[in-house]
């Protein structure tokens, strides 16, 4: 029997360690609250490969056996389940933008904003983190181009973005960074939600030049050598 290329081994070794990354990441969305059940997905990209949560199976059940890779075309690379019903979506960013990471949700908040805006007002300076305003992609039913379409329109010259009484999409340069964005778009909506909350006072908003001078601070922000 012949003996299998060090380069497939390689690739193969990688794949396994960017599924357990991605299973890990899914897992995280549930225990943080931003998901319930099999909705939302993860996906991570890998040269011209990318790795998904398959379509209805929980998180926790996930082992390393059910690997779901595909290509930026969509056609199968690995494995047997059937992929997120999400998958244009995620195939439509990987394309348009540079994305490594991209992560889907249902968090409360940020579902409840999107019924309500256009766009998410700039209650708090971290709308830097995503690219400034964060934009509401106008609805349309899951799993279709046409929400794909939509998605990349809300996403120009940004990193993340609400969907229309659906839920939250955000993408980086890993999964961490993808993550981050989700946790951190949630958690502006939720501040917005309480402070509108007020039955007589109206939030102060800060302006786009504000957001634009923290954008800059932000590129420099962290431990760099």
Known sequence: ????????RRDEGELALAWDA?????????TDGL???????VSVRVGDTVLVTPSGVPYDELTPDDLVAVGLDGERRAGTLKPTSELPMHLAVYRATPARAVVHTHAVHATAVSTLVP???LIHYMA??????????PYATYGTERLAGNVLGALEGRTGCLLQNHGT??????????????????WLCRVWLTASSHPRLAPALLT?????EVEEKLRGYGQRG
């Open 1 to 8: 029997m012949a003996e299998e290329p060090d380069g497939a």
């Open 22 to 30: 991605l299973v890990a990441t899914a897992r995280r969305t549930v």
């Open 35 to 41: 998901v319930v059940g099999t909705s939302g997905n």
């Open 119 to 121: 766009e998410l007002p």
């Open 128 to 137: 830097a983190a995503l690219g400034g305003p964060v934009r509401v992609a």
């Open 169 to 186: 999409l955000t993408y980086g340069d890993s999964l961490a960074a993808a993550y981050d964005r989700t946790a951190q778009l949630e």
């Open 208 to 212: 786009r030049d504000q957001v634009r």
